[in-house]
C-alpha cells in the first residue's frame, strides 16, 4: 500500500524557517511528478511548488523567491524549504505524487504566528 508520510510543520514566527519533508513507500518514487499543497483554515487546497520527474519546479507566485522545492529520489523524499515565513502561509501542507493516479499524505501544520 502507498504511503506518504509528511513531517516538519511546526510554530514558528513571521520571517522565519522551515522545512518540510515527505518521504514515499511501495511507490516508484521517481517516475511520478510531485507537489506541495497548502490548505489553510476554511479555504481550498492550493498548489504551492512542483517538481517533476525530470526536476522541472514551478511555483505559485506567493511563494516565489521564499520557497524551494526539491527532491531526492535515491530516498523516495520530496522536500519544501520555506524561509521568510509569512502569517498567509499557515495551513497544513501535504505531498502529493500524481501520474496516471495521484497519492496523498495526511498533512503537516505550519503555523505562522505575526
Known amino acids: 500500500q502507498v504511503q506518504l508520510v509528511e513531517s516538519g510543520g511546526d510554530l514558528v514566527p513571521a520571517g522565519g524557517s522551515l522545512r518540510l519533508s515527505c518521504v514515499a513507500s511501495?511507490?516508484?518514487?521517481?517516475?511520478?511528478?510531485t507537489r506541495w499543497y497548502r490548505q489553510a483554515p476554511g479555504k481550498q487546497r492550493v498548489l504551492v511548488a512542483s517538481?517533476?520527474?525530470?526536476?522541472?519546479?514551478a511555483y505559485a507566485d506567493s511563494v516565489k523567491d521564499r520557497f524551494v522545492i526539491s527532491r531526492d529520489d535515491a530516498k523516495n523524499s520530496m522536500y519544501l524549504q520555506m524561509s521568510s515565513l509569512k502569517p498567509e502561509d499557515t495551513g497544513v501542507y501535504f505531498c502529493?505524487?500524481?501520474?496516471?493516479?495521484?497519492?496523498w499524505g495526511q498533512g503537516t501544520q505550519v503555523t505562522v504566528s505575526s
Open positions: 502529493n505524487l500524481y501520474r496516471t493516479m495521484s497519492f
Open positions: 511501495e511507490i516508484y518514487f521517481s517516475l511520478y511528478d
Open positions: 517538481i517533476d520527474r525530470n526536476g522541472t519546479v
